[in-house]
């Protein structure tokens, strides 16, 4: 357990350590270079906040007005025996459909059944190890101008899925 | 796609609250919406520079391209067919490093890249070949050492430790590869009805 722990911990400041010296090395403007790309970050951010404020609109009336609680319900008999927590259902649907929907509900799933939780956990795991497989095939495959696409679909939904039930049991694992 | 889901979650929720009465409830989260968004968009924005400015420092040194050499026996095993051809594997191997490392702005056009020369050599051009179905699943699958918008949700929410799932999330990476790739490979050879490039 310690050592995963400080894998995980390891990771980040590895990363930027790597990449500073790399920069350095190469006798880059470290510095300027690295203001180029926070300004970016400011772009890219604040592009995104009118679509998390529609979706967190639509997101939060589902679960305030009880209907969120109603599928959960519904699907519960059926999710607990996969043995997979329902709460996480609305993510696994929305996953691979949309990047900044499955951010707004994975933060909603967070905040309501806490950051540090099983479920909190799960739910981080699973945004980080599957992508908005249907935009990416989408992007791809319309750039060069595809039209068959001969049962794509398949395997990278395959993927999120094994992507989805693996975080599931590793969180479960480890927690 | 959010053009179809978004009116379908609002019309189904809204008067889901009119008819039983759960007007209240619906109102707070009316407000709430708005100023939860705010919050997570300015959570966000220190994390998300901080991360994007050490990119853009990678983007602009060697690095990618010096490690796509550790990348050449998996290449080989995943594009058999494009053995042979170094311009390509160089261009998907490229795309794959970016992605690992996060840099998911450098990846998207270095992959446009590998697909149009992967076009090049496709026979028939209005179907992907199995190099592009391969290298489509690849980047579904999404693997990234540092998964750099989950930490930042986590750490605005006020995580005790935000990159705690940063193990956890190689392994369900690594899986969900694998799984698109065992499986890319046999639809590859299910929908073999003609020649691919």
């Given at each position: 357990m310690k050592i995963i722990n400080f894998l995980s911990s390891v990771a980040m400041p590895m990363v930027i350590l790597l990449i500073v010296m790399y920069g350095v090395k190469e006798k880059n403007k470290v510095f300027d270079t690295f203001l180029d790309g926070a300004k970016e970050g400011i772009k890219t951010t604040l592009s995104i906040l009118p679509t998390l404020i529609g979706l967190f609109l639509a997101i939060g009336a589902l679960r305030s007005s009880g209907v969120l609680e109603l599928i959960i319900k519904i699907a519960r008999p059926v999710l607990d025996i996969l043995n997979f927590?329902?709460?996480l259902m609305p993510l696994a649907i929305l996953r691979p459909i949309s990047g900044s929907g499955s951010i707004a509900v994975a933060t909603d799933i967070m905040k309501n059944c806490g950051v540090d939780s099983l479920i909190g956990n799960i739910a981080s795991t699973i945004m980080g190890s599957t992508e908005t497989t249907l935009y990416t095939i989408a992007v791809y495959a319309s750039c060069i101008k595809i039209?068959?696409?001969?049962?794509i679909l398949i395997a990278a939904l395959a993927a999120d899925i094994a992507g989805i039930i693996a975080s599931t049991i590793i969180c479960q694992m480890i927690s | 796609m959010l053009n179809i889901v978004w009116p379908i979650f609002i019309i189904i929720s809204f008067s889901f609250a009119i008819f039983s009465g759960n007007l209240e409830n619906l109102n707070n989260s009316i407000f709430e919406s708005t100023n939860s968004a705010i919050s997570l968009s300015i959570d966000l924005l220190g994390t998300m520079c901080l991360w994007s400015g050490i990119m853009q420092i990678a983007s602009k040194t060697s690095l990618v391209e010096n490690l796509t050499r550790f990348l050449e026996p998996l290449l080989n095993f995943l594009f058999p067919k494009l053995k042979e051809n170094k311009k390509i594997k160089k261009e998907i191997s490229m795309n794959m490093i970016a992605n690992i490392l996060g840099l998911g702005n450098a990846a998207t056009p270095l992959g446009l890249k590998a697909m149009k020369s992967m076009q090049e050599e496709n026979?028939?051009?209005d179907t992907l070949s199995d190099s592009m179905m391969m290298f489509i699943v690849i980047n579904t699958a999404?693997?990234?050492?540092?998964?750099t918008t989950v930490i930042a949700i986590r750490s605005s929410l006020?995580?005790?430790?935000?990159?705690?799932?940063v193990f956890p999330t190689w392994i369900a990476t690594i899986i969900a590869a694998v799984v698109g790739v065992f499986v890319a490979r046999i639809v590859i050879k299910l929908t073999k009805g003609e020649k691919h490039g």
């Open positions: 927590p329902s709460e039209k068959k696409t001969r049962y | 026979e028939k051009k999404s693997i990234q050492i540092i998964p006020g995580s005790e430790n935000p990159t705690s799932i």
